[in-house]
């Protein structure tokens, strides 16, 4: 590819979004060696187990991100209503 004076050429990124997740299997090699040295070899399967979905996790955030704005609004209304009830 010949290059012609005054062409440039610059690198791009491009950011792409995950929209979906799709869970992992977890395995763990194991080897077992037998006093005779029969030798056994296999991928045993990993559960999980106390691990909230993403699903979950992220509908838990937001119940307490609502949580927290109407705690927030419900301060900022006490807090006007003193501000109105002292200035009579």
Same mark, same amino acid.
């Given at each position: ?52 979905? &993403? /699903? $979950?996790? @992220? *509908?838990? =955030? +937001?119940? #307490? %991100? &609502? /949580? $927290?704005? @109407? *705690?927030? =609004? +419900?301060? #900022? %209304? &006490? /807090? ?9």
């Amino acid at each position: 590819m010949s290059s012609e004076a005054g062409e440039v050429h610059k690198n791009k990124r491009v950011k792409v979004k995950v929209k979906t997740t799709a869970p992992a299997t977890l395995e763990m090699p194991t080897t077992m060696t037998a006093q005779n040295g029969a030798v056994v070899s296999q991928d045993t399967k990993i559960s999980l187990t106390g691990c909230p979905s &993403a /699903a $979950a996790a @992220k *509908a838990e =955030a +937001a119940k #307490k %991100a &609502a /949580a $927290a704005r @109407k *705690a927030a =609004a +419900a301060r #900022k %209304a &006490a /807090a006007t209503s003193r501000l109105l009830h002292r200035s009579t």
